[in-house]
């Protein structure tokens, strides 16, 4: 679907990571692995360091971290909130949503309200979708959007394929209503027939845990999880990335009427650099507009990334003047989400890990 | 070996990391090749969809069992 909404801007954006280093090469040597393999995948795909929760943090906390710190820096916004939407994959509970019990724990009036949504990398345009459609047609002066998930823990540590890639944080974007500002366009699209392309098979009300342990095998590549454990099918998701992410980029763009010189940064979620240099050179952007380090210090962080990304490599240029950003967000469901829209100046807070526990 | 099988293997060598890092020839078995894992076939993909707009997928990649089946899947 299309979607075009005047009158909201970006008022801030804060990330908080998760405090724990993995380091990909130095782990795969530890446990006896080839030096030259390692190096290989790390250079091809991007997998250095990341930053994960610790025992007892989740996505939740992670958020109320981001969400706080932004509100606080933020009064005039903060004094006018509406409604929360928390996006994730990983919420604390099956019943109640994150959403609210992150009102609790801000302390929010009963006049503000609460939901998640459902989504993982494409989540965060997906919340920006709602969030500005809440403001620029739902009566809402300002809408807190909380996106994050602890991915890292969704993986069998015996999965090499899928468990080294995964970060944790928690993102917190402040979007207000402002009749000087806008439009913002959203493209989003959904493929529900590979829906198991990407899936924890068990665990749900489909196939509840049993009394028993999970039973755990082996593939034909040898990777080891079981069906409470996140499974992607790597070569048909980079299909999908491939084909739908540039179709949805060319599509949003075409919307807003830009073509690539009017655009400051193509922003895409920070899968890894295989996907995004593939998907970038597609979309004929010049690599010094698509920014695809982050992974190599944050890890694939779900719905966060697109958040850290501006945060981290437009943050100076966010801070200080207009800036015209597509951002895409691909991934579970299959679902993607591409947003066009100018954002800045605008409150952005530094990165910083979750404390542990004392 | 025919010129254009000659040149399709060549290029797809020159993507395939897995494959140009062995001495790996048409009738080479993949599975034997240390390199030949997830990442080569993404790999292939990517050859496939830049080199000839091909979309394949991982099931067609994994099931080739020699260079030639490779060749053979991007004639």
Known sequence: MQTTLAAVRLAGLAVTTGPLVRDFVAEGLAAGQDAAALERVARTVGLRRRLVAAPGQTALDLCADAAARLLAATPEAAGRLDAVIFVTQTPDHAQPNNANLLHGRLRLARTVAAYDVSLGCSGWVHGLQQAALLCAHGGARAVLLCAGDTLSRATNPRDRATDPLFGDAGAATLVVRDDTAGPWCFVLGADGSRARVIEVPAGGARAPRGPGPWVERADAEGNVRHPGDLHMDGAEVFNFTLREVPAAIAEVMALAGWTEPDVDALVMHQANRFVLSSVGRKCGFPAAKTPMDLVERFGNQSSASIPCALAESLGAELRSRPTRIVACGFGVGLSWGAVAFTAGPLTILPTVPLPLSP | ?75
């Open chain 2, 1 to 75: 070996m025919n010129t254009a099988e000659e040149q399709r293997w060549s290029a797809l060598r020159a993507d395939v990391d897995a494959l140009a890092a062995a001495p790996a020839g048409l009738d080479t078995v993949l599975g034997q090749l240390p390199q030949w894992d997830s990442l080569a076939v993404l790999l292939v993909i990517t050859h496939a969809e830049q080199t000839y707009g091909r979309a394949l997928t991982g099931a067609q990649v994994r099931a080739c069992r020699t260079g030639r089946d490779l060749v053979a899947l991007l004639s």
